[in-house]
């Protein structure tokens, strides 16, 4: 497992490479929940999602041979971005692979970084397989989105930067998807302040990590159009590190409709003046529709902003779905 020592050297390796992004307390979400609400603005990340946190610690891990053949991934896009920007500043390969249900935005993004980019199949299981000839035929890193030590203490770091900005917190609204995120934040958080209530959202469609949970193992589960389609995906079935860590680490999973998604995005945009993606709506989504009890301080990580603008612009008008927004 993941070492909260391992946490604190992936900040002092990734400075300078990674923006410490704000946190702002939410007037507008205080006055509706009746408890201090804050924002930890992480979608103003320099690829415009918290991935970079994790992909620039693994690079950074790399020794001179991985660095010579290059790194590969599988990715639902912000993962794929992250790792492509890592990649290019350290002169290394990057390929990465996504499924069609992959948004365009962020498939001309990742090529735009450089990276050679394929599209297989129609699930992150699908883009994964290629990935594995890739490393075998080719012998490329493999750098997981989320089950991988490296990212897992990347993205720890966010944790160590709500310890130091929002002391008072008692609940953290962490969005969830394989893993790597939550466990990263999770044994952070734990580790300084084992009362703290971590909180995994995700979207009732298609939630891989909240299944396998329930099962008490990893699981497959069909993967389905959602406006979160940055949690969308597998937890592998051979899950090493992150799904233990949810288990063991997250108090809470909340999952979301559709309809909940968009109006955290809408009210991100009206009332906090920031662009997020379904993702990163989770936990204003989760506070507006009451899904938490009362409490104290809390704090919802928005975890990026890349979502497709006509989309969002749809949304903001009032759609409710992809099938309405399209």
């Known amino acids: 497992m993941i070492d909260p020592q391992d946490i604190h050297a992936a900040r002092q390796r990734i400075a300078g490479q990674v923006r410490q992004t704000p946190v702002d307390q939410s007037e507008s979400l205080t006055q509706i929940c009746g408890r201090p609400v804050f924002l930890k603005l992480e979608h103003r990340q320099i690829t415009g999602a918290f ?3 994790g992909a620039s610690n693994a690079i950074a891990l790399l020794d001179e041979t991985a660095r010579e053949r290059g790194v590969a991934a599988a990715s639902t896009g912000n993962h794929g971005r992250a790792l492509a920007y890592a990649a290019r500043r350290a002169g290394v390969r990057a390929v990465i692979a996504m499924s069609a249900l992959v948004p365009m935005n962020k498939v001309r993004a990742i090529a735009a970084l450089g990276a050679e980019v394929r599209i297989v199949g129609r699930s992150q299981d699908d883009a994964q397989e290629e990935i594995d000839r890739l ?4 012998g490329l890193t493999p750098v997981p989105p989320f089950d991988h030590p490296h990212v897992i203490a990347g993205q720890g770091t966010i944790g160590l930067e709500m310890l130091d900005q ?26 300084a302040r084992p ?4 909180v995994g959202l995700s979207m009732a469609r298609g939630a891989a990590m909240a299944a396998s949970l329930d099962a008490g193992r990893p699981v497959a ?3 389905l159009p959602t406006l979160a389609d940055s949690l969308g995906g597998g937890v592998g079935l051979s899950n090493r590190y992150s799904f233990a860590m949810v288990r063991d680490l997250v108090d809470e999973v909340i999952l979301l409709s559709e309809a909940e998604i968009a109006a955290g995005i809408r009210h991100a945009y009206a009332q906090e003046r920031e662009i997020v993606e379904g993702a990163a709506a989770v936990g204003i989504a989760a506070l507006l529709a009451g899904r938490l009890p009362a409490g104290g301080p809390v704090v919802a990580l928005l975890s990026g902003r890349n979502i497709d603008m006509g989309l969002h612009a749809r949304i903001v008008a009032g759609a409710d779905a992809l099938e309405e927004a399209a």
């Open 135 to 138: 490393v075998v035929e080719e």
């Open 195 to 198: 009362g703290i209530r971590i």
């Open 166 to 191: 929002v002391p008072e917190a008692e609940t953290v609204l962490v969005p969830l998807s394989g893993g790597g995120l939550a466990a990263g934040i999770a044994c952070a958080l734990k580790d």
């Open 51 to 53: 991935k970079l946190r």
């Open 221 to 223: 589960v069909e993967e």
